[in-house]
C-alpha cells in the first residue's frame, strides 16, 4: 500500500468552498430584505427630521425678517418660501426615492412665530407617520415625546 501525500499543498476543496458559499448564499437573502427594510425606514425618518429642522428655520426666519413664511407642499417635498415673495425660497426638500409625502395643506408661519398648521404624510413601503404641525412649529408625531 502506498500513502498518499500532500507534498505542502494546502488549502480547500471545491466541495468545501462549494458549501461556504451556500451557506452565504442563503445567509444573505435572509439578510438583504431586513437591511432595504432598515434603509427605507432610516429614509423617512430623516425626511421627519429634515421637514422639522426647516419648519424651525421657517419660524425664525419669519420672526427675523417680520413677514410670514409658506411651507409648500408639493408632489415631490416642499419648499420654505417668504410669502411677499415666492421667488425668495429659503429652504425646500425633495423626498428621496420610495418616499411619499402628502399633505392637508400648506402652512403658514407668521411674523410673531404661530404656525396656521396641518398634517402631513410621509410614507414608504415599510411605514408611515402622520405628523401633526402644531401652532408652536414643532412636529406631533401622536407618540407624545
Known amino acids: 500500500m502506498r500513502s498518499v501525500a500532500r507534498h505542502g499543498r494546502s488549502g480547500f476543496t ?3 468552498l462549494m458549501i461556504t458559499l451556500s451557506i452565504l448564499g442563503i445567509g444573505l437573502t435572509l439578510v438583504l430584505p431586513r437591511i432595504n427594510e432598515s434603509i ?3 429614509r423617512l425618518e430623516q425626511t421627519q427630521a429634515q421637514l422639522q429642522s426647516d419648519l424651525k428655520l421657517a419660524v425664525s426666519t419669519a420672526k427675523a425678517t ?3 413664511v409658506i411651507l409648500s407642499f408639493n408632489a415631490n417635498g416642499y419648499s420654505v418660501l417668504d410669502s411677499g415673495d415666492s421667488t425668495r425660497v429659503y429652504a425646500s426638500l425633495d423626498v428621496p426615492s420610495g418616499i411619499t409625502m402628502t ?3 400648506n402652512a403658514q ?3 410673531w412665530g404661530l404656525v396656521d398648521g396641518g398634517t402631513v404624510q410621509i410614507s414608504c413601503s415599510s411605514g408611515s407617520s402622520v405628523l401633526t404641525i402644531l401652532p408652536t412649529g414643532k412636529l406631533d ?3 407624545g415625546y
Open 141 to 143: 408625531d401622536g407618540t
Open 66 to 68: 417680520g413677514r410670514s
Open 40 to 42: 427605507r425606514l432610516a
Open 14 to 16: 471545491l466541495v468545501e
Open 109 to 111: 408661519i407668521f411674523p
Open 103 to 105: 399633505s392637508s395643506g
